[in-house]
Nanobody, 124 residues
Framework: QVQLVESGGGLVQAGDSLRLSCAVS????????MGWFRRAPGKEREFVAS????????YYADSVKGRFTISRDNAKNTASLQMNSLKPEDTAVYYC?????????????????WGQGTQVTVSS
């Protein structure tokens, strides 16, 4: 069974940085595409960033481009999201997801497995 476990969330001030991690087990991690999504209170889940199986292709939502960086370490079965210059509007529960097809995808329906989420709160 494939499991994804996020970590690294917390309460920070605007302008601070956080690094989220997603540990993946039960799958050949090097073959799956990874994505990060978030859901703010009262809002729909939204795409944040994605990366393909090799790390050679990545995409970002316009709202985080230039501030967030997605990466992966296939030797450690871990994907990460480095978040810099955080804003109050980045406050949300962040979820990582894995796609068996291995690509870098925008749509949540492209992902087969999801983590439980980690809370990120940015105070002004």
């Amino acid at each position: 069974q494939v499991q994804l476990v996020e970590s690294g969330g917390g309460l920070v001030q605007a302008g601070d940085s956080l690094r989220l991690s997603c540990a993946v087990s039960g799958s050949t991690f090097s073959r799956v595409g990874m994505g990060w999504f978030r859901r703010a209170p009262g809002k729909e889940r939204e795409f944040v960033a994605s990366i393909n199986w090799s790390g050679g292709s990545s995409y970002y939502a316009d709202s985080v481009k230039g501030r967030f960086t997605i990466s992966r370490d296939n030797a450690k079965n871990t994907a990460s999201l480095q978040m810099n210059s955080l804003k109050p509007e980045d406050t949300a529960v962040y979820y990582c997801a894995a796609a068996r097809l291995g690509g870098s995808y925008y749509w949540p329906t492209s992902y087969d497995y999801w983590g439980q989420g980690t809370q990120v709160t940015v105070s002004s």
